[in-house]
C-alpha cells in the first residue's frame, strides 16, 4: 500500500509540473511589443578576436497567445534593416549606413526582415524552442529560437495591462541569407540576443 501510494503521489506530481509547463499565467488574446523594452541584439566574431555587437532599433512583434496550450500560440516579427545600429564611435555614424547597404543587409532593396512561427514546442516550465520561417536578405529560411518565459504581471502596474516577457537565442548562417561578404574575417555565424515585453492588445 506505501509503494502504490508513493508511486500515485510520483504520478500527480509528474502531471502538475507537466500542466505548469505548458500553461502562461496570463489572459489569451493578441500582444504586442514594448518598443521601450524590446532588444534585438547580433553578434558576429571579429577576425576570430572578439564579439562585434550591433542591434535593431525598429522591431515590432505581435503574439497570439493560447496560455492553457502555449504551443498553439502564434509569433509574427517584423524588422526594419535601415534601423540597424552599430554603436559605432565615429560622428557621424556612417558605419550604420554602410551595414544597411548593398554589401550587407541591402536594405533598400530588401526592406523588411520577417520571422513567422511554424512551431512552438515547450520543454520545460519556462523554456521552449519557436522555430520559424525567417526572410532575411531576400531568402527565406528556418530557424529555431530558444526561449525563456520570464513572467508575466496581470495587471502591469505601469501600463495597466497584462504583460508577458520573454528572452530568446539564437544563430544563424548569414551565408544561408546570400550574405557572403568578408567570411574570411567576419564569421559565417551570427548570434541573435533578444529581450522583449508584450503588452495585451
Known amino acids: 500500500m506505501f509503494l502504490k501510494s508513493v ?41 576570430g578576436l572578439s564579439n562585434y555587437y550591433g542591434r535593431f532599433d525598429s522591431i515590432y512583434a505581435q503574439l497570439d497567445l493560447d496560455p492553457e496550450n502555449p504551443a498553439r500560440s502564434k509569433l509574427n516579427v517584423t524588422i526594419d534593416p535601415k534601423s540597424v545600429d552599430t554603436n559605432y564611435p565615429a ?39 519557436v522555430t520559424g520561417n525567417l526572410t532575411f536578405h531576400g531568402v527565406t529560411k528556418p530557424v529555431t529560437l530558444d526561449v525563456t518565459f520570464n513572467g ?16 530568446a537565442r539564437g544563430t544563424l548562417k548569414r551565408s544561408d541569407f546570400g550574405v557572403n561578404v568578408l567570411l574570411q574575417y567576419i564569421s559565417d555565424d551570427v548570434s541573435l540576443i533578444i529581450e522583449t515585453e508584450l503588452v495585451q492588445k
Open 7 to 47: 508511486i500515485t503521489a510520483a504520478i500527480l506530481a509528474t502531471g502538475l509540473a507537466a500542466a505548469s509547463a505548458q500553461s502562461i499565467n496570463a489572459p489569451a488574446g493578441t500582444y504586442e511589443s514594448d518598443k521601450t523594452h524590446t532588444n534585438l541584439l547580433w553578434s558576429v566574431k571579429h577576425f
Open 152 to 167: 508575466a504581471l496581470n495587471p502591469h502596474p505601469m501600463a495597466r495591462k497584462p504583460v508577458i516577457g520573454f528572452s
Open 91 to 129: 560622428k557621424p555614424n556612417t558605419f550604420n549606413a554602410e551595414i544597411a547597404g548593398g554589401k550587407f543587409l541591402d536594405a533598400e532593396k530588401f526592406d523588411k526582415i520577417t520571422f513567422t512561427s511554424t512551431e512552438i514546442k515547450v520543454t520545460g516550465k519556462n523554456t521552449g524552442k
